[in-house]
């Protein structure tokens, strides 16, 4: 099983309602929507996290639930859900105005956070906006530290959202500390160039790999992904789609990785250092052809497995 660690909230997406401008709800949060890919590329997947009791809390269970997503390591409370507005300028990334003050997410605290995991999550997933925000953020970074001494493998996307980071320094330095006790790190090139503005994108993930990573994969949108290792590198190009949005299309990227890694049972610290060039370039096929496909439809919307084999058949 892999285990994904985070917020689950709202995505607020705009949409044309009645005519007039509007907004639909869709599940959201960054590790939320990894573990609804992974669930629907039929990987053994659970969610570790907080949602509400309120009625955007249970659409967020029922959607796990319906995505094979085991809510085991589910908690509940009594606060509100988190609503992030999407903003969509052409050409860009998408905005987020976050929403989220004494939220469900955002309370996620140690007393939530079970003793141990069983021997059956073999790796588990942690990032962004969950490791940002107190006093959820220090309940996760200490559940990924204390994952990662007891020899689990650990998978990482900062998946940046620079709104809520008032000092971005202390942020680099807390991220380079993560990178201490991680396998796998997926980033955006978006957020390369926010964190290291004066870097090119090879020179940070070469960077990283030394502080610690076995792998580091950067997505860069229509211009496809690449991956770096120890002892190889690959890349590998996107994928042509009509594109309703890109929301969740980087999270739809990671899931595809981590799908393709563990289908080829290669989820382990020893197998990931030796990745060849071949194998490289196939988890990022899959990679962006799942972030392809989620970006055909508007929200965070991940493809089934059915509709990935129809994709690459055709």
């Not at 493998?153 to 998946?159: K, R």
């Not at 969740?248 to 990671?254: I, S």
């Amino acid at each position: 099983m892999i285990l994904v660690a985070g917020e689950a909230l709202v995505d607020l997406v705009p949409a044309s309602c009645g005519g007039e401008p509007g907004y639909l709800a869709r599940g959201g949060g960054s590790p939320y929507n990894v573990a609804i890919g992974l669930g629907r590329l039929d990987v053994r997947v659970g969610f570790l996290g907080r949602v509400s009791h309120d009625h955007l809390g249970r659409m967020l269970r029922d959607r796990l639930i319906a995505s094979n997503v085991d809510t085991t390591y589910l908690s509940e409370g009594p606060e509100p859900t988190t609503l992030a507005v999407v903003h969509l300028p052409p050409g860009e990334e998408p905005q987020f105005a976050f929403y989220g003050d004494g939220t469900a997410d955002r309370t996620f605290h140690p007393d939530d956070l079970p003793a141990a995991f069983p021997d059956a999550v073999e790796a588990m997933h942690f990032g962004s906006i969950s490791l940002v925000r107190e006093p959820g953020a220090s309940t996760f970074e200490s559940c990924m530290r204390r994952e990662h001494d007891r020899g689990r493998l650990i998978s990482l996307d900062p998946n940046v959202r620079p709104s809520l980071i008032d000092d971005p320094d202390a942020y680099r330095r807390r991220l380079e500390g993560w990178l201490s006790t991680t396998d796998i790190v997926k980033v955006s090139r978006a957020d390369l160039a926010w964190l290291y503005p004066e870097e090119t994108a090879e020179s940070v993930a070469r960077c990283w790999l030394a502080l610690g990573p076995a792998l580091v994969v950067v997505s860069m949108g229509s211009d496809g992904a690449t991956a770096y290792g120890s002892i190889a590198t690959a890349s590998a190009p996107a994928f042509p789609v009509e594109v309703a949005d890109t929301v969740g299309g980087g999270d739809g990227f990671t899931a595809g990785l981590l799908a393709r890694l563990y289908d080829m049972k290669l989820l382990d610290r020893e197998a990931l250092s030796t990745l060849s060039p071949s194998a490289m370039t196939g988890c990022l096929e899959q990679a962006n052809r799942v972030a392809a496909l989620t970006c055909r439809r508007s929200g965070a919307e991940p493809p089934t497995r059915a509709e990935l084999e129809s994709h690459r058949a055709g």
